[in-house]
């Protein structure tokens, strides 16, 4: 039975056992040769990879390779979604053409929200963060599952390519991969295959290094990708380079659990206000502080259990060294709990306010990458 179901909304408590089960290497060996600017990677969020030396390769001698990912328009953007469209937007800069599949399809199967409601909150929660955060539509495809592109030979592609995987996956193998599978599941991974393929089809530009950001509970969709990639190629009915993919770990909610859009008190939006972003930090970020004043500087806090502190370490923090003097005072009970949240609180709502009027702005520009 897999120890990750991609459907079931758990903590991945053990990041290590992970690399082990899916064959995921460890990206802090990539990271000494190649970026330390990115946080993400540099500071081990994320933390494994498949194949990510085909893309180093390409980003050095200027070769054409591409991004793709997919989302779930399942609520509110938070923050934990910031860190895959951060993410998004470094591959668009470094030159890659971004591929980016909203998945629709797979949200109605898992009886999410309609078609149109679905439509609604990719456009109105997702794609307009995007926009704000720096995603610029040239060399962006921006699409829904349900309705691949205007132009047919594309769609045709597509449809095609998820018709066809079905033949190369067996019926006992989908069990051993998800455990407990429905017609809806079958449906949304074999359109997940085709999302991550296609991008090498001649319909859509040809063969190239394709890379996969995706959060760690995406790993038992890739790798089924990659057999059934490696099918193709064999049986010679397509020609693909195996997907390229990265994983990071996930943002912890405010409650100490996981982040759920479900839950509005286990994140911060990026539409949040000042008011409702301070009302949640200080009354319900989970605090790694001792019980007393008296403990708490006998003792200290523990960081890594302390939602702000962790929250500063995966987004709001980009100085190592100011983060170091955080993580160290706080653990040596010089800084408050207090204290820390004000940190955080100062970061965020400066962060907050900008983003915000680059919302309104993003507007306009929907219409740019929706066709
Ligand atoms: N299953 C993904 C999720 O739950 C969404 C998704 C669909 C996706 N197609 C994809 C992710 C292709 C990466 C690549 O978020």
């Not at 629709?104 to 999410?112: F, I, K, P, T």
């Amino acid at each position: 039975m897999a120890t990750i179901d991609p459907w079931k909304a758990e903590d991945i408590g053990n990041y290590d056992k992970l690399l082990s089960e899916f064959g995921i290497e460890d990206f802090g060996k990539i990271v000494r040769r190649f970026d330390k600017s990115n946080m993400l990677m540099r500071r081990n969020i994320i933390f494994g990879h498949i194949d990510f030396e085909r893309i180093l390769n390409n980003i050095k001698k200027k070769q054409d390779f591409a991004m793709l990912t997919g989302l779930m328009p399942s609520g509110k953007f938070h923050v934990g979604h910031k860190m895959l469209a951060d993410q998004i937007i470094y591959y668009q800069n470094l030159g890659a053409k971004i591929f980016i599949c909203v998945a629709d399809v797979e949200a109605y199967n898992m009886r999410l929200a309609s078609m149109e409601k679905l439509r609604r909150t990719a456009i109105d929660e997702y794609l307009i963060n995007y926009i704000a955060l720096g995603l610029k539509p040239k060399n962006c495809d921006f699409y829904f599952q349900s309705s691949r592109s205007k132009d047919s030979k594309k769609t045709n592609a597509y449809h095609k390519l998820i018709s066809l995987s079905s033949k190369k996956v067996t019926m006992n193998q989908l069990k051993a991969i998800y455990g407990d599978i429905t017609p809806g599941k079958i449906m949304s991974v074999m359109h997940q295959v085709a999302d991550i393929l296609h991008p090498e089809l001649p319909e859509f530009g040809g063969k190239k290094p394709v890379v996969v950001p995706v959060g760690a509970d995406q790993a038992p969709h890739l790798r089924l990708t990659r057999d059934i990639a490696a099918g193709f190629t064999k049986s010679k009915e397509y020609d693909f380079i195996p997907p390229s993919s990265t994983y990071h770990k996930f943002m912890k909610g405010l409650n100490g659990h996981k982040m759920s859009s479900s839950d509005p008190y286990s994140y911060v939006a990026l539409t949040d206000s000042e008011k409702v972003v301070k009302e949640k930090i200080i009354k319900h970020a989970f605090s790694g502080g001792r019980d007393t004043l008296k403990e708490h500087r006998e003792k200290g806090g523990i960081p890594e259990l302390d939602v702000s502190y962790q929250m500063l370490y995966f987004m709001f923090e980009e100085d190592d060294k100011k983060l170091k003097k955080i993580h160290d005072d706080y653990k040596s009970g010089k800084l408050l709990t207090g204290e820390l949240k004000q940190i955080l609180l100062e970061k965020l709502t400066k962060f907050l306010a900008t983003h915000q009027e680059k919302r309104e702005k993003a507007k306009d520009k929907i219409h740019d990458f929706t066709d």
